[in-house]
């Protein structure tokens, strides 16, 4: 659901979504999560919560992070 938001350009549901789906572990929010704190899509842009959100992702596996 995170992810349709995202694409849809609603970035601030999308960062509600995937921050209560990363919250519950799911890697791909994670992910998602690291690009919409790098473009400042949603939320103010933030390299600190970029980098742990992709290193959370990349710890689980998602192979692009």
């Known amino acids: 659901m995170?992810?349709?938001?995202?694409?849809?350009?609603?970035?601030a549901s999308a960062f509600?979504?995937?921050?209560?789906?990363a919250r519950?572990?799911?890697?791909?929010?994670?992910?998602?999560?690291?690009?919409?704190?790098e473009k400042g899509k949603g939320v103010?842009?933030?390299?600190?919560?970029e980098v742990y959100h992709l290193e959370q992702a990349a710890n689980g596996g998602q192979p692009n992070a």
Do not use: N
């Not at 519950?24 to 704190?37: P, R």
């Open 2 to 11: 995170g992810h349709m938001r995202h694409v849809e350009g609603d970035y």
């Open 16 to 21: 509600e979504y995937l921050s209560k789906a």
């Open 24 to 37: 519950l572990g799911d890697v791909q929010a994670h992910y998602y999560l690291s690009a919409l704190y």
């Open 44 to 49: 103010d842009k933030d390299e600190k919560k």
